[in-house]
Nanobody, 123 residues
Framework: QVQLVESGGGLLQFGGSLRLSCAAS????????VAWFRQAPGKEREFVAA????????HYADSVKGRFTISRDSAKDTVYLQMNSLKPEDTAIYYC????????????????WGRGTQVTVSS
């Protein structure tokens, strides 16, 4: 089972940029399709972006298309989420998630979760 650790969260102003990282231990992250989810206070956890296990197929929630980019660096065994043009409604805890069999675009397809990193965007 892979262990996932997120980093890169923080507090920033409207319109700013941030890059989140998801590192793996126990197994190589290249063995997994990886996604980012987020959960705002009082709301359900929602899908943000995903990248397939092989190749470069990516998927995005409509709310982040054109602003967020998911990518993987196999040499560093890390998956990134580059977030640009951030808005206050992007404020949430961001979770890295992995699945060996499926591209995890819903929480039910996730087999491993990280503990999350807080992103706060002020207006």
């Amino acid at each position: 089972q892979v262990q996932l650790v997120e980093s890169g969260g923080g507090l920033l102003q409207f319109g700013g940029s941030l890059r989140l990282s998801c590192a793996a231990s126990g197994r190589t992250i290249s063995d997994y399709a990886v996604a980012w989810f987020r959960q705002a206070p009082g709301k359900e956890r929602e899908f943000v972006a995903a990248i397939a296990r092989y190749g470069s197929n990516t998927h995005y929630a409509d709310s982040v298309k054109g602003r967020f980019t998911i990518s993987r660096d196999s040499a560093k065994d890390t998956v990134y989420l580059q977030m640009n043009s951030l808005k206050p409604e992007d404020t949430a805890i961001y979770y890295c998630a992995a699945s060996e069999r499926f591209v995890p675009v819903t929480t039910t397809l996730v087999s491993s979760w990280g503990r999350g990193t807080q992103v706060t965007v002020s207006s």
